[in-house]
């Protein structure tokens, strides 16, 4: 698979198909991967598809000037739609690498069921159901899906819906839903007091480095409602209120483009579950309106359209 | 607010309220506690933060002269929340005040020297108070001449200044719009090849020019037309600046900070590290 | 000045004493992420996981937001009320050795030319307990930065652990009073002293990641108006301010006032160089391209912060790496230039 | 403030054209609605941000209404129905956050439905005296150092 990508995204640079190839290359941290952006073939050596190619790399061609040659999984291609749906990239500009996504490792996870940190992992790989792994030269077999994302367990599209090269053959949903909204049903069997109050202690750590905006596709405004200044609507400063307000309406104003590729979460360094609130937002919009994100490229976005039978049962 | 919490503002009164242009205005202000004012003290060319409570901080120069200090006046031009904020202030009302910060033009290596001010628009203000400074000094100056530019009549700020110096047998003064009005019948043309024709001699001469970036970029061409060398040039640059001193990190230059090892500079310096970053 | 030493299970009762008269500081996970916390008299046992936290403790003296005075408006005005922060001692157990480099450094920042009450009051009341790295992260590269992760001349008083037994041994003046008034330590034998000294060897060695800083101010220099590189550096970053936030030397801050003309505060908060807004202004931005800012951020580190007060603003901790969604790294960024 | 003399304190905003001209004739029809509510008039539901409901809640009040035309009578034509859809998720992400739904309420009310509006108001006032006081978004203790 590897080998025929670099094949192909060869062709598409040196044919001057594309001005970039964005895709995955091995990382300089034990076993992470990183996005691979260049317009240099001689780079192309460097392109991986594995179990940790974790980034959602949709976001770049929104950014490169230019035609692109980009690896998606199946939540990032939904990702990619979306953002066709909203006018920021045009999908004759894009040559789509998909790749048919069994679940990405979750590092930490993975850290968790061994028990060691990822740095004591030398090697890993995916054999048929298990992940292998030497850790501190002995080798161990854990279940590969015992370490995969939160947000894989509930992916019902784990196959690109948009491409022009499939690498690889589809794979078919497995899913887990009730595992991928296990902290969201936690969440609800609470009271409103006890919820509000959860969310208030995760936000009194965030240091608003806007991680979680800046990896996510669906942030792409290009001037941030809270770096307006007039008016204020957010402070700059970290104080839990602002910090949720922030996070609320970002969460809102990606509703209906969020297609719970996980990134916000992971990209979080103080560890707020962000996708408790983002993944609930996906099932809101799907219950609410049957809309599903970035299905159908041609369709408008789903809060630039409206049907006259749109439910309003919580209206008085 | 004794000690030595260099964060702490002054409380200010606003005495005066100038509107210069449509967007420029002047105020003159004063120390609130008046046991404070006879502490303080600042330069031609310096300048400070200051602050509308429940705003924020700005920095500004302070555009009066050191030789006048029955008030203090800064002029700011709207562009953004707190100079907005700013805009809105009436007499009697009460700023914020920290400062003075940075360096000031050198007066020593300008005693004895003919003196060429070139300002364009609100770059003005930082000239004024050297040029205040000097006049009230005159003897120890040789020629003055003060070159003037804004876009329009109606740009021009500080324009009873510019009657005053018109007035000045001492002053050689000359101001330009690069567009005129039908009630305008002085010069018409932008500042750079006003100078030129001008034509001042850099013979025993400092120039000092503030203004735009690239009226700036201009008039340096035509000061080195004109034979003036790097030393000769005199300006103050303006980065975005928050703390003032040095520590917040954004108005560096390579590894000059604008608030602490500026605002002013020699052109020999900037073209030291200008050519570095921009 | 001798070694002491305390067994770990005594550790719990060392805290309860030590936090008695003054705040306590230890690492801690509780919040789902590693970071310093006050000492909540539960468990000790971080020296048995720890190695280093996400948020450093720069934190502890250059919080993400501090009030810094408050502001009312009565009948007469304005008043001002200046907001220290209050004298109370503090401590700060397990500080590692590239951590308490990064203090010294933003030290020299936070006292050169003006002051920094806030930060440099929190300081001088702080007392840097640091604990010796037997296990770096293969993200760390402090040895190429001067520092060992088995020793510090930065702390005050330095921990190493050498199994079911901290090794204690004061570094400072302050270090030397704290271990006088801890209770429950032995004096340590001459071969424990060894065998942490073996530890802090063998933990260097374990570091294989590194950065060449010979040569290193020329080069940077010289790769500034390499505009290609840092174009090419820059592709993948997202501009976020992750690095910027858990690096132990980052200072940039901004000052901002609570939306409150009556009665507010105004508060400093960490900014970015990474942010656009950091540097912009109503009519132009200096940075206002991504590839600038992030040479702005390493040039900053390893050149401007070392012209100006002699030292490189890096310590080798590895966070930005650990911590970037998309891996930029810094040793692959600084070997970039050093093969330009 | 003391609890037992806690009066609820809200915030409408209501549309121009129809809830605002339906709160301006419960006004002169002489109907009583609580006094508990400071309307802000707005051109259309469809600009109401959700930005509006945060903020006002952050700042203090202790309840959001929002009304505006029926479907279908927008003085801009779909206007409600956009807001109609943002309304749905802010509602239900609201919810799920913890904010109390009695206190943040939507409403169709006309321009010629003046005893709606005053119903609508009476008993949202009602409602939002029932959760009490808006403590969401203060601090427990004293900030400071």
Redesign the interface.
């Known amino acids: 698979m590897e080998n025929r990508l670099k094949e192909e995204a060869g062709k598409l640079l040196k044919e001057g198909k594309v001005d970039y190839i964005v895709g995955y290359g091995k990382g300089t941290v034990n076993l992470r991967t990183s996005p691979l952006i260049t317009n240099k073939e001689e780079d192309l050596e460097g392109l991986v598809i594995n179990p940790f190619i974790a980034n959602n790399l949709s976001r770049y061609p929104v950014e490169l000037k230019g035609r692109v040659g980009i690896v998606v999984k199946g939540c990032d291609s939904r990702s990619l739609t979306s953002l066709m749906q909203d006018k920021k990239v045009k999908r004759e500009d894009l040559i789509i690498f998909g790749v048919p996504c069994e679940g990405v490792v979750d590092l930490k996870k993975l850290a968790g069921q061994i028990g060691a940190e990822i740095d004591r992992v030398t090697d890993a790989e995916k054999e048929g159901e298990n992940l292998t792994l030497q850790v501190d030269g002995s080798k161990k077999t854990i279940p590969f899906r015992d370490v995969i994302f939160d947000k894989c367990y509930g992916c019902e599209h784990p196959t690109p819906l948009e491409y022009d090269m499939l690498l690889g053959s589809e794979v078919a949903p497995n899913l887990d839903i009730e595992k991928s909204l296990e902290r969201i049903k936690e969440l609800e069997g609470m009271d409103a007091q006890e919820r509000w109050n959860y969310w208030k202690e995760q936000f009194s750590k965030c240091i608003r480095c806007y991680g979680c905006r800046n990896v996510c596709p669906a942030c792409f405004c290009e001037r941030c409602f809270v770096d307006v200044n007039m008016p204020q609507w957010v402070a700059t400063y970290a104080t839990w209120q602002d910090n949720l307000t922030f996070q609320l309406i970002r969460t809102l104003h990606v509703a209906g483009r969020c297609s719970d590729c996980g990134e916000c979460e992971r990209a979080c360094p103080v560890g707020i579950p962000l996708r408790s609130l983002q993944r609930k937002m996906v099932e809101e919009v799907k219950d609410l309106f049957g809309h599903e994100v970035g299905i159908d490229k041609d369709a408008p976005p789903v809060f630039s359209h409206y049907e006259a039978t749109d439910p309003d049962e919580f209206m008085k | 607010m004794e000690g030595d919490n260099v964060y702490l503002p002054h409380v200010m009164k606003i005495e005066k309220v100038i509107r210069e242009t449509q967007n420029i205005k002047t105020f003159h202000f004063n120390f609130k506690d008046e046991s404070q004012k006879s502490k303080f003290s600042f330069k031609s060319g310096q300048f400070a933060e200051y602050s509308i409570f429940g705003e924020g901080e700005a920095t500004f120069c302070v555009s009066s002269s050191p030789t006048r200090m029955d008030y203090l006046e800064f002029s700011v031009m709207k562009a953004g929340k707190v100079t907005a904020a700013i805009h809105e202030l009436q007499e009697g009302d009460e700023i914020g005040f920290r400062g003075p910060y940075g360096n000031w033009f050198p007066l020593e290596l300008l005693e004895g020297k003919n003196l060429v001010f070139v300002g364009g628009g609100i770059g003005l203000a930082p000239l004024r108070s050297l040029i205040w400074n000097v006049l009230d000094n005159r003897d120890t100056y040789e020629d003055v001449t003060i070159l003037y530019g804004a876009r329009s009549p109606a740009d021009l700020s500080f324009k009873y200044d510019l009657e005053a110096w018109e007035k000045d047998d001492a002053v050689n003064m000359y101001t330009t719009v690069d567009n005129g009005d039908e009630d305008w019948t002085g010069r018409v043309g932008l500042i750079p090849p006003v100078l030129e024709e001008i034509g001042p001699s850099p013979e025993n001469t400092v120039a000092i020019t503030c203004g735009p970036p690239i009226m700036i970029k201009f008039t340096l061409m035509s000061l080195e037309k004109l034979g003036f060398t790097n030393d000769q040039i005199l300006t103050t640059l303006e980065m975005k600046m928050k703390c003032g001193i040095g520590k917040c990190g954004r108005c560096n230059i390579g590894n000059i900070y604008v608030c602490k090892d500026g605002p002013v500079f020699t052109n020999a310096q900037i073209q030291n590290f200008l050519s570095n970053e921009f | 000045m001798g070694y002491k030493k305390i067994k770990k299970d005594q550790l719990k009762t060392l805290f309860n004493e030590l936090s008695k008269d003054c705040s306590l500081f230890v690492p801690s996970g509780s919040?789902?992420?590693v970071?310093f916390d006050p000492w909540d008299g539960n468990s000790a046992d971080f020296t048995e996981w720890y190695?280093n936290t996400?948020?450093p403790p720069k934190a502890l003296f250059f919080p993400?937001?501090e009030?810094?005075?408050r502001?009312r408006?009565g009948e007469a005005?304005?008043?001002?009320e200046?907001?220290?922060?209050?004298g109370r001692p503090q401590i700060v157990f397990g500080v590692r050795p590239c951590d308490a480099r990064a203090l010294k450094i933003t030290d020299t920042?936070?006292s050169?030319?003006?002051?920094?009450?806030?930060y440099l009051t929190r300081r001088e009341n702080a007392t840097i307990v640091g604990l010796a790295c037997n296990e770096p992260?293969?993200?760390c590269f402090c040895t190429s930065l001067d520092i060992s992760p088995g020793e510090s001349q930065d702390v005050d008083l330095l921990c190493s652990d050498i199994g079911d037994e901290l090794l204690m041994e004061a570094v400072s003046d302050k270090g030397e009073d704290l271990l006088s008034k801890m209770s429950g330590l032995s004096e340590a034998s001459g071969e424990e002293e060894s065998k942490a000294k073996q530890l802090g060897d063998s933990a260097k060695e374990k570091i294989t990641r590194q950065i060449d800083t010979s040569g290193l101010l020329d080069k940077m220099r010289s790769s500034?108006e390499n505009r290609e590189y840092w174009e090419d550096v820059s592709?993948?970053c997202?501009?976020?301010?992750?690095c910027?936030?858990?690096c132990p030397t980052c200072?940039?801050?901004?000052?901002?006032?609570?939306?409150?003309?009556?009665d507010?505060k105004?508060?400093?908060?960490?900014?970015?160089?990474k942010?656009p807004?950091?540097?912009?202004?109503?009519?132009?931005n200096?940075r206002h391209e991504k590839w600038r800012r992030i040479r702005?951020r390493y040039?900053?580190k390893f050149?401007?912060?070392q012209?100006?007060f002699e030292t490189i603003a890096c310590t080798g901790c590895g966070r930005c790496?650990?911590?970037c969604?998309?891996?930029v790294?810094v040793?692959?960024i600084i070997g970039g230039i050093q093969a330009l | 403030m003391e609890e037992s003399n806690w009066e609820p304190k809200v915030i409408g905003f209501l549309c121009h054209w129809c809830s605002y001209a339906g709160a301006d004739l419960s006004g002169s029809a002489r109907l009583e609605y609580p006094h508990n509510i400071r309307i802000i008039r707005i051109p259309c539901s469809g600009r109401v941000d959700p930005m509006f409901i945060l903020r006002a809640l952050q700042n203090g009040v202790d309840g959001v209404l929002v009304s505006g035309c029926h479907p279908g009578d927008c003085h801009y034509q779909s206007g409600n129905f956009h807001a109609r859809r943002k309304f749905a998720v802010i509602n239900r992400l609201l919810k799920y956050v913890g904010i109390e739904p009695e206190r943040v309420q939507f409403s169709w009310v006309a321009a010629s439905e003046g005893p709606k509006m005053a119903q609508v108001i009476g008993e949202f006032v009602e409602g939002v005296r029932k959760v009490g006081p808006n403590r969401l978004f203060k601090d427990e203790k004293k900030d400071g150092e």
């Open positions: 919040k789902g992420y970071g190695r996400t948020i993400p937001v009030a810094m005075l502001f408006k005005g304005y008043e001002i200046e907001l220290l922060p209050n920042l936070f050169d030319t003006y002051r920094d009450p806030y992260c293969d993200t500034f592709r993948k997202m501009s976020c301010g992750i910027t936030y858990v200072h940039c801050f901004d000052i901002c006032d609570e939306n409150n003309k009556k507010g105004r508060v400093r908060n960490w900014d970015s160089c942010f807004l950091f540097t912009r202004m109503p009519m132009e200096p702005q040039h900053h050149e401007y912060f012209m100006n790496i650990r911590e969604p998309v891996n790294d040793t692959e």
